[in-house]
């Protein structure tokens, strides 16, 4: 028989006197009830078997029961005459004692402990043996001990520890205030553990709700649990990283408790290091009666803090606004020795670092013998930033205080719905939205007051970003002459040419090109401008000028690459269409009830044929059938004691009639009126007859 099962037998009696109510003996004078953890401390029984013995052997000679405990938990109580290994030791030099579950530090105390006991008990001896008192002597040697070793002792403390080493032995002399052992370390503490468990959980349970969970799975399990102030205590000890990693997650443990290094602007100069990244503004504006939250790309310095280029956008960040805001900043500020970048795809693009993020992860080298991407031809060294850690980029600080910024308008939406204005929406419809024109006005004279105002920001010195940018400017590079209006190109990966020339972006460039017609089979490379498609330039895969070729197709003027993205996907959207046009054709041609009509044929064609049944309709009226016929046959006296004549009522009459002038309808008329006529008389005769 299992253990589960004759717990559960026993469940039902008296947990209160368990002795009496299994062999109605009483129990013996002082014998105490031991919990099974304690039962198993002292005896070195394993609990398991303590749990067994007590269902199979112990409960039914009243040594042991199940007792409720203050937290309603049913647990198992033992007597300390169920077996001599329970029983306590006469002397404390019996009493059990596992040296080797206490740090070195705690063996240290305890035989230091006793062999103060030791020396004090045998000078308590020989002061007896002389006539003197307990006390003279205990004085004596916590005098020498002092002088001896320094120890300052005094004679309640070495009483304190007699009292405890009689009651448990050397157990009783563990410092209980530095409790490290395995024995009592909440480590091998499964209760606690599994508290702990439940807390470290991104469900940010409460202590309380981690407790009461904990309860329930270790009801009826036999194994001991604790209060709520011990988990409470136990838990208020974990490192606050630890609480912060496990129950907020992976940003909130480096916000709050990663350390950081702390950068030391003031060895760098101007334009050796450009921070850039991408930020969605929180701001509402109406571009052509479309609302939509504007992207910004901006490139800063990072010696000086100065916005060196910005460019505003309604779409998706994408390779063309870094390049173009990085156009802007090379323009007015020259280029910079180093950049640090996001590590997404557009900035580890191939037309930026030469090869893809595919490539570079797998290790492929970058040749220079290939002029590729923007870094590369202008020699600027790209570092990337760590994944999802934006600490890592210095410009997300200015971020924030763009944000604070963009707040004077009535369209501010908040980054997420936690700080979304409560009255946003309803405000969204009465204000009137800037445009982006409107907003880009704005934000050019905010980042020209940016970089000429005061920052108090480390090795700034509490002057605006120009003058840092001015005063730490130590080299100016710019591009070669002429090479300037090719640094806002995106440059591509190698395609090849064609006899219709060359292709990009499902556009065909150069079919007139003798240059091209040169290098047919062979691979070049393109430079796009993205504010002007309708023709590239051509170059080798060395960097060698070829010729500029214009589109085979004729191409708006002046049509930029958004305009050329937004007509490929109207263009697959028709192809789309196309391709489901026969499918959805009746959809197309036909309008609502024609589409309904159609439907209903052909249900009722692919139906089986209804076949026509009669059902008679019952009434509460049909067992009285006979005398309602009856009672409705007009009869009609002409005198008193006449026959009573019998026949079809004027209204079976009327209908076997057919009227086809208005003759008939005359006649009809006047046999109503006599037959009126003489019911009236009748009428009257029965009542002169019955008078």
């Not at 052509?288 to 990072?302: E, F, I, N, S």
């Not at 002429?482 to 190698?494: E, N």
């Not at 937004?566 to 959809?587: D, F, G, N, S, V």
């Amino acid at each position: 028989m299992s253990l589960a099962l004759k717990i559960s037998d026993v469940a039902m009696m008296d947990t209160a006197a368990p002795s009496l109510a299994v062999t109605g003996r009483a129990v013996p004078y002082g014998q105490r009830w031991l919990e099974l953890a304690d039962a198993e401390r002292r005896s070195g029984i394993p609990l398991r078997t303590l749990q067994r013995r007590c269902a199979v052997e112990w409960l039914r000679h009243g040594k042991a029961r199940l007792a409720t405990t203050i937290g309603q938990k049913r647990c198992w109580q033992v007597r300390e005459d169920a077996d001599a290994a329970l029983m306590p030791a006469k002397f404390p030099e019996q009493r059990r004692f596992d040296a080797s579950m206490l740090t070195a530090e705690q063996r240290q105390v305890v035989d230091r402990r006793k062999l103060y006991l030791d020396e004090w008990w045998a000078a308590r001896k020989q002061a007896a043996a002389k006539g003197l008192t307990e006390a003279i002597a205990t004085s004596r040697y916590v005098a020498a001990l002092s002088h001896r070793e320094g120890v300052q002792l005094s004679r309640r403390t070495l009483f304190g520890w007699e009292c405890k080493y009689r009651a448990d032995g050397l157990a009783g002399l563990v410092d209980g205030r530095r409790n490290n052992s395995r024995r009592g370390a909440a480590m091998d503490d499964p209760f606690l553990m599994e508290v702990q468990r439940l807390y470290l959980k991104p469900k940010r349970l409460t202590m309380k709700a981690c407790f009461d969970i904990a309860c329930e799975l270790f009801e009826g399990s036999g194994k001991p649990t604790h209060s709520y102030k011990t988990c409470q205590r136990f838990l208020n000890k974990l490192p606050d990283a630890a609480r912060t990693r496990w129950r907020e997650g992976d940003s909130a443990f480096v916000a709050k408790n990663e350390p950081y290094i702390e950068r030391d602007y003031a060895g760098l100069a101007s334009n050796e290091i450009w921070c850039g990244d991408h930020h969605r503004l929180d701001l509402v504006v109406s571009d052509r009666g479309k609302l939509l939250r504007p992207w910004l790309t901006a490139w800063q310095d990072m010696r000086s803090r100065k916005i060196v280029g910005w460019q505003l956008f309604a779409d998706d960040p994408n390779t063309d606004t870094i390049i173009a805001a990085f156009h802007d900043g090379v323009t007015t500020h020259g280029l910079p020795l180093k950049v640090i970048v996001d590590n997404g795809k557009d900035y580890d693009s191939y037309a930026l670092q030469g090869r893809t993020k595919k490539q570079r992860r797998a290790g492929v080298e970058f040749d220079a013998t290939h002029a590729g991407g923007l870094f590369a031809r202008f020699d600027i060294k790209a570092s990337f930033c760590w994944p999802y850690h934006g600490q890592s980029k210095p410009i997300e600080r200015w971020f924030g205080t763009l944000a604070d910024a963009v707040k004077v308008f009535d369209t501010w939406c908040g980054n997420s719905t936690s700080t979304r204005p409560e009255d946003f929406y309803r405000t969204l419809k009465a204000a009137n939205a800037p445009t982006p024109a409107e907003f880009r006005e704005w934000l050019g004279k905010w980042i020209d007051g940016y970089n000429n105002r005061l920052h108090t920001g480390q090795a700034m010195e509490g002057k605006s970003p120009a003058v840092v940018f001015n005063e730490n400017l130590r080299e100016r590079r710019d591009p070669a002459p002429g090479m300037l209006d090719t640094l806002a190109m995106k440059h591509t990966k190698p395609v090849k040419v064609t006899r219709n020339g060359v292709r990009f972006n499902k556009l065909n460039y150069g079919w007139d090109r003798p240059e091209l017609h040169k290098l047919q089979g062979q691979q070049v490379t393109l430079l796009i401008d993205p504010k002007r498609i309708e023709s590239v330039i051509v170059t080798a895969l060395n960097g060698k000028f070829v010729c500029r070729a214009n589109a085979n197709q004729k191409v708006p003027f002046n049509a930029t690459a958004a305009d050329l993205k937004a007509a490929i996907a109207t263009k697959k959207q028709q192809r789309k269409a196309l391709r489901e046009y026969h499918t959805h054709r009746p959809r197309i041609v036909d309008d609502l009830p024609s589409l309904m009509l159609d439907n209903m044929r052909r249900e009722a064609q692919t139906a089986e044929p209804a076949v026509a049944t009669s059902t008679i309709v019952r009434t509460v009226l049909d067992a009285d059938s006979t005398a309602l016929r009856e009672a409705f046959k007009p009869s009609m006296r002409l005198a008193v004691g006449a026959e009573v004549t019998s026949g079809p009522t004027l209204v079976e009459w009327y209908h076997s009639k057919a009227f086809d002038d208005e003759s008939e309808e005359s006649e009809l008329r006047q046999e109503r009126e006599r037959e009126s006529r003489e019911l009236e008389e009748s009428r009257k005769l029965l009542q002169e007859a019955f008078r």
